[in-house]
């Protein structure tokens, strides 16, 4: 039992890391209808920018946020205005392709500029094991599950209580009503982008100690990220949460009892099954919008 409680526990801590990119998925698509398959890049760019600063002696608190006011700008605006503004009129599938054109050419970019080798990162939080039940727990996972359940629901509820929040998911629904209404909609869009950008160097500063800060760690973040939203819901932010732990859990315990083989497919295996009996998520609603 104790090791069955160990998987639960360790699957909580890794799809906590899942939750916290999924979230860019859900926000940017309640908020501005749109799809980032460079979701697992825009995480990765911060976690190097933040190495880089590290270098020079930056201490780990202000080379965040640095990296948080750079990423705004280049993840956030020069995104949205070199990348979404120009095919938004066209519809999501034209900037569908575009992110994932984007994705390649930002790998390709760091392993060529910056280095194709991984390399380490650190954590915010101590290394210190507990013992709890016959559970070993580290204060990192800990940390980083508390830091994904704030971050999820502090996304939550400024898309749900806050008039800004709800003018971005009001553009995201119908762009043509939202300004007849009198919102701003390049501005609503722009705050998006550039929370989504936040959000990315938040997950970076907590994923990268686990991952290592390499140019392909977007790869299996991003695709297993979209996964989880897919499965919680796209068009709520605790769905994020919940498909993240739902994959981080399914993967340990298929690693432990089938085969570790398998761990890297359970992701796809969950994700099917939950689309063939609840297309719209398991927190999800269905929902008609106009893009």
């Known amino acids: 039992m104790s090791d069955f409680l160990q998987l639960v526990f360790s699957g909580f801590a ?8 999924a979230l860019g998925f859900t926000l940017l698509w309640q908020a501005a209808g749109t799809i980032n ?10 976690a190097f920018m933040m190495l880089a600063l590290l270098s020079y002696g930056a201490p780990l608190p202000i080379a965040f946020v ?16 070199s990348v979404v503004d120009p095919l938004f009129k066209y519809g999501m599938m034209q900037i569908v392709v575009a992110s994932i054109g984007l994705s390649i050419v930002m790998k390709n970019a760091m ?17 210190t094991l507990f013992n709890v039940a016959g559970v070993t727990i580290s ?57 989504n950008a936040v959000l990315a160097c938040v997950a970076a500063i907590l994923v990268t100690p686990v991952y290592l800060a390499k140019f392909d760690m977007g790869d299996s973040l991003g695709t297993k990220a979209f996964f989880a ?17 739902i994959v981080g859990v399914s993967e340990n315990l298929a690693a432990a009892y089938i085969s570790p083989a398998y761990k890297d497919a359970v992701a796809l295996v969950v994700f099917m099954v939950v689309i063939l009996f609840r297309p719209q998520g398991l927190l999800g609603k269905k929902e008609e919008r106009k893009v």
Not at 230 to 239: D, E, M, Q, T, W
């Open 14 to 21: 890794t799809g906590s890391i899942y939750a916290l990119a």
């Open 37 to 46: 398959f460079a979701q697992g890049e825009f995480v990765m760019l911060p």
């Open 66 to 81: 640095l990296t948080a006011l750079i990423s705004t700008v280049v993840l956030g605006w020069a995104f949205k205005k």
């Open 111 to 127: 392993r060529a500029g910056y280095s194709a080798e991984a390399h380490p990162f650190p954590s915010l939080f101590s290394d």
């Open 139 to 195: 204060t990192g996972d800990v940390g980083t599950l508390v830091c994904a359940l704030l971050v999820v629901f502090a996304t939550q509820a400024f898309l749900a209580k806050t008039v800004t929040g709800r003018a971005m998911q009001a553009v995201a629904q119908n762009t043509e009503s939202a300004a007849v209404l009198g919102i701003n909609v390049p501005k609503m869009i722009f705050y998006t982008f550039a929370i």
């Open 229 to 245: 939203a897919i499965i919680g819901g796209f068009n709520n932010s605790r769905g994020a949460l919940l498909g993240g732990l």
